[in-house]
């Protein structure tokens, strides 16, 4: 399907656009500001734009008010969809956050539980208990998302919630023609909620992509031929940045190893999960990283690993962020996009995995690991590709049989001979398609 060999562009809506932090309920048209960013998002390699949540919501969009609703503080309707519009025209696919887990206490059908409390015919939408309370004193107890009571959990075993969220979905792809869905906290979501979502887009668009959020554990429980086609990859994200700061690149490379290796248990082999180097949950990797130098190598890994590479609005020239200063230092509002020689480095590596079916779909396999340095190849249909990354300040000369004589460098376009040991440069990135 076209999300396997995709390169996803993630944008919060909400902060890049400069919404206030509070719904005020002032209209504004900030969303068609995005429309400035098409060419660029384009000229980044990337194919998919990742929409997080845009709809009427309390305060940061994970709180929903109404799924029918483009978040007033972002626009109308009208405007998402001539946003959605653009991006299409421009060959660009469309994935919006799915927030189906939890609303926000604004949510119409709450609203409606906490003026009529047990005669409202919304009560079991909910998880409540009225012989409780909750520290907002509605008369009643509720579960929350993670004890979060600003974030209402849904009864997702209730048929009419679930008819509801799906109506929204199909409104979606009948006014903004999404192509696919993020899926907010697929962990906390049951097998059979997913069965039931996977059942209704495969009958709604074809190739309609599910990508669930997930953390820990095993992926295959909510990423399989009846649920999640995608989740996202957080063992390698830690391993990304982690492996750089300590110099130690057998982290990464043993969990790519133990997720995508050869050996018939490895986990997640042939399947496609969503890698990043950071979003708007965690710190930009620009900040979190102890060595500048090491941008260029860490996104060298993103791009030939294998995976679903995506890049986070502003890191891709190097934007910083920590998390210590609150999300909006995470998710703040930019006017323009800006290109450097990050960026201009970035869409290089977009372009060669594009090219190369071994890098959107090849085995993985490490052939040079030490601490400093990792070469592994992807290899599919006859064609072999070495990603080749060295995390050191000096040269390194790597000695192996590479099975021919010479490569090109996908990222350089330059030819490689692998006669005498192949140098490396500091801080270097190299995909060697390999002679055939």
Request: with cysteine; proline share 4%; net charge negative.
């Amino acid at each position: 399907m076209w999300f396997d060999n995709a390169v996803i562009y993630q944008i919060y809506p909400l902060g890049l656009c400069g919404a206030p932090a509070e719904n005020d309920g002032n209209p504004s048209h900030r969303i068609l500001r995005l429309l400035d960013w098409v060419e660029h998002i384009k000229k980044t390699g990337a194919d998919t734009v990742l929409l997080n949540p845009l709809f009427e919501s309390d305060r940061h969009g994970y709180d929903t008010r109404d799924y029918t609703r483009t978040d007033c503080r972002l626009g109308t309707n009208e405007d998402l969809k001539e946003v959605c519009k653009a991006f299409h025209d421009a060959g660009l696919r469309v994935m919006l956050d799915g927030v189906f887990n939890h609303v926000g206490r604004g949510f119409w059908a709450f609203r409606d539980v906490q003026e009529k409390k047990w005669d409202s015919p919304y009560k079991d939408w909910f998880k409540i208990s009225f012989d409780g309370n909750t520290g907002y004193n509605d008369g009643f107890w509720y579960e929350a998302w993670e004890g979060h009571y600003e974030l209402v959990k849904l009864n997702l075993q209730h048929p009419d919630v679930v008819r509801h969220q799906f109506d929204a979905i199909r409104s979606w792809v009948e006014q903004f023609d999404i192509d696919g869905l993020r899926l907010d906290v697929a962990y906390c979501l049951s097998p059979d909620y997913l069965r039931q979502l996977r059942g209704f887009v495969n009958g709604l668009k074809p190739d309609f992509v599910l990508m669930g959020e997930t953390l820990h554990g095993d992926y295959n429980r909510w990423m399989n031929d009846d649920m999640c086609h995608s989740v996202t990859n957080y063992e390698c994200y830690k391993g990304l940045w982690s492996s750089f700061n300590s110099m130690n690149l057998f982290e990464i490379g043993h969990s790519l190893a133990r997720q995508f290796g050869p050996e018939n248990w490895t986990l997640y082999k042939d399947k496609h999960l969503l890698s990043f180097l950071d979003n708007h949950d965690v710190e930009r990797i620009a900040s979190i990283l102890t060595n500048p130098e090491h941008l260029r190598p860490a996104n060298g890994i993103l791009f030939g690993m294998p995976g679903v590479p995506a890049v986070y609005y502003g890191s891709e020239w190097g934007m910083e962020g920590r998390k210590a200063q609150g999300d909006g230092a995470l998710r703040p509002s930019v006017e323009t996009p800006e290109w450097n020689g990050l960026t201009e480095f970035i869409s290089r590596l977009a372009e060669a995995r594009k090219s190369s079916r071994a890098l959107c779909y090849g085995s993985y396999r490490n052939v040079v690991l030490t601490n400093r340095q990792i070469i592994f190849e992807r290899a599919v249909d006859g064609e072999r590709v070495l990603v080749a990354i060295n995390a050191d300040s000096v040269p390194y000369t790597a000695h192996f049989d590479a099975g021919c004589g010479q490569a090109e460098d996908l990222v350089t376009r330059k030819i490689h001979d692998f006669g005498g040991g192949s140098e490396l440069p500091a801080y270097s990135v190299a995909y060697w398609k390999m002679e055939r």
